[in-house]
Protein backbone atom coordinates (compact mmCIF):
# COMPACT_ATOMS: atom_id res chain seq x y z
CA UNK A 1 0.00 0.00 0.00
CA UNK A 2 1.60 3.67 -1.08
CA UNK A 3 0.99 6.54 0.99
CA UNK A 4 0.96 9.85 -0.58
CA UNK A 5 2.60 13.12 0.97
CA UNK A 6 1.90 16.30 -1.07
CA UNK A 7 3.79 19.35 0.59
CA UNK A 8 3.40 22.65 -0.51
CA UNK A 9 3.05 26.71 -0.83
CA UNK A 10 -0.14 28.86 0.14
CA UNK A 11 -0.82 30.64 -3.49
CA UNK A 12 1.48 28.23 -6.05
CA UNK A 13 -0.65 27.62 -9.01
CA UNK A 14 1.22 24.44 -9.43
CA UNK A 15 0.47 23.15 -6.06
CA UNK A 16 -3.17 23.41 -6.71
CA UNK A 17 -2.68 21.96 -9.97
CA UNK A 18 -1.45 19.45 -8.63
CA UNK A 19 -4.08 18.89 -5.98
CA UNK A 20 -6.77 19.01 -8.79
CA UNK A 21 -5.12 16.25 -10.73
CA UNK A 22 -4.56 13.52 -8.00
CA UNK A 23 -8.64 14.66 -7.03
CA UNK A 24 -9.77 13.73 -10.07
CA UNK A 25 -7.22 10.57 -10.12
CA UNK A 26 -9.36 9.92 -7.03
CA UNK A 27 -5.96 9.54 -5.44
CA UNK A 28 -5.25 9.56 -1.84
CA UNK A 29 -2.95 11.77 -0.02
CA UNK A 30 -1.93 14.08 2.64
CA UNK A 31 -1.36 17.57 2.32
CA UNK A 32 1.17 19.25 4.46
CA UNK A 33 1.70 23.07 3.99
CA UNK A 34 4.68 24.66 4.23
CA UNK A 35 2.75 27.43 5.92
CA UNK A 36 2.34 25.41 8.93
CA UNK A 37 5.39 22.89 8.57
CA UNK A 38 8.14 25.20 7.49
CA UNK A 39 10.60 22.86 9.59
CA UNK A 40 9.95 19.90 7.15
CA UNK A 41 9.64 21.24 4.43
CA UNK A 42 13.09 23.33 4.90
CA UNK A 43 14.36 19.47 5.40
CA UNK A 44 13.31 18.27 2.24
CA UNK A 45 14.59 21.61 0.79
CA UNK A 46 17.73 20.85 2.14
CA UNK A 47 17.79 17.03 1.08
CA UNK A 48 17.10 17.92 -2.53
CA UNK A 49 18.99 21.04 -2.66
CA UNK A 50 15.75 22.47 -4.59
CA UNK A 51 13.09 25.08 -3.57
CA UNK A 52 10.36 24.27 -6.23
CA UNK A 53 7.21 23.06 -4.78
CA UNK A 54 4.92 21.09 -5.26
CA UNK A 55 6.95 18.19 -3.60
CA UNK A 56 5.72 15.10 -3.35
CA UNK A 57 6.81 11.61 -0.82
CA UNK A 58 5.51 8.14 -1.60
CA UNK A 59 6.33 5.82 0.73
CA UNK A 60 5.52 1.58 -0.64
CA UNK A 61 6.74 -1.33 0.60
CA UNK A 62 9.60 -1.14 -1.44
CA UNK A 63 11.03 2.33 0.11
CA UNK A 64 10.27 6.00 -0.06
CA UNK A 65 10.57 8.48 -3.47
CA UNK A 66 10.52 12.31 -3.29
CA UNK A 67 9.54 13.76 -6.33
CA UNK A 68 10.61 17.20 -7.28
CA UNK A 69 11.28 19.98 -10.06
CA UNK A 70 14.82 20.40 -10.20
CA UNK A 71 15.89 24.47 -9.91
CA UNK A 72 18.83 23.52 -13.10
CA UNK A 73 17.04 21.28 -15.85
CA UNK A 74 20.01 19.47 -16.38
CA UNK A 75 18.61 17.81 -13.47
CA UNK A 76 15.55 16.31 -14.84
CA UNK A 77 15.40 12.31 -14.61
CA UNK A 78 18.34 12.62 -12.17
CA UNK A 79 17.83 9.73 -9.55
CA UNK A 80 19.76 10.50 -6.51
CA UNK A 81 20.13 7.53 -3.90
CA UNK A 82 20.05 7.77 0.01
CA UNK A 83 20.32 5.39 2.58
CA UNK A 84 17.38 3.35 4.15
CA UNK A 85 16.32 2.52 0.44
CA UNK A 86 15.09 6.05 -0.32
CA UNK A 87 15.36 7.85 -3.57
CA UNK A 88 15.01 11.37 -5.17
CA UNK A 89 13.70 11.80 -8.50
CA UNK A 90 13.85 14.97 -10.45
CA UNK A 91 10.86 15.31 -12.58
CA UNK A 92 10.24 17.41 -15.37
CA UNK A 93 6.64 18.53 -14.98
CA UNK A 94 3.67 18.31 -12.55
CA UNK A 95 1.89 15.59 -15.27
CA UNK A 96 5.28 13.62 -15.02
CA UNK A 97 4.75 13.98 -10.89
CA UNK A 98 1.14 12.50 -11.28
CA UNK A 99 2.49 9.77 -13.34
CA UNK A 100 4.91 8.41 -10.80
CA UNK A 101 2.14 8.82 -8.16
CA UNK A 102 -0.40 6.78 -10.17
CA UNK A 103 2.17 4.19 -10.84
CA UNK A 104 3.96 3.87 -7.80
Known amino acids: MKK ?14 FKN ?3 ENNLI ?3 ISCADQSKQCSELEELSNCDL ?13 LLTMPDDYSQIGKVTKLEN ?3 IIF ?3 I ?10
Open 85 to 87: NKR
Open 53 to 65: YPMCKIETDSGTI
Open 4 to 17: VTIYTLVGCSYCER
Open 95 to 104: DNMLQFVKNA
Open 21 to 23: NLD
Open 29 to 31: YKE
Open 91 to 93: VHS
